[in-house]
């Protein structure tokens, strides 16, 4: 289990977050197309620049490359990622290619801007 996925660890003290960019929910449908299972369909739970993850009903092998599509605000999406990590049906997907239109970059952004202006810590709520 990934010390982010543990109950109240990102919450200790001394706890780094290792990754490169940070992660914002997504919920979204996705297809997978994976040379081993064919066509998987399932659905988002989280994007980064650099990555995505998502719910799926079927097995994928980690380390296999595999086409990605779904739908960002902007528009649909596909590129290429690698199967990176697996927890129960949980998968997770490192983009192996740069994104051509900047349209997560850009996701990411509004919804770095978006999470910002909803945190419940913020002075007046």
């Known amino acids: ?16 977050e290792l990754r490169r960019h940070p992660r914002f929910p997504l919920h979204t449908d996705i297809r997978v197309y994976s040379r081993s299972a064919g066509l998987l369909t399932g659905y988002t739970v989280d994007i980064s620049e650099s990555g995505i993850s998502a719910m799926l009903r079927l097995e994928l092998p ?11 605000p902007s528009g649909p999406v596909a590129i290429r990622a690698m199967v990176r990590h697996k927890i129960a049906f949980r998968y997770g997907f490192q983009f192996v290619e ?8 850009a996701t990411c952004s509004r919804l770095a801007v978006l999470q910002g202006n909803n945190d419940d810590s913020a002075p007046g709520r």
Do not use: H, N, T, Y
């Open 1 to 16: 289990m990934e010390a982010d996925d543990q109950p109240g660890v990102k919450d200790s003290p001394g706890f780094v």
């Open 62 to 72: 980690i380390g296999e490359l595999v086409e990605l599509e779904f739908e960002l």
């Open 98 to 105: 740069p994104e051509p239109e900047g349209a997560i970059k």
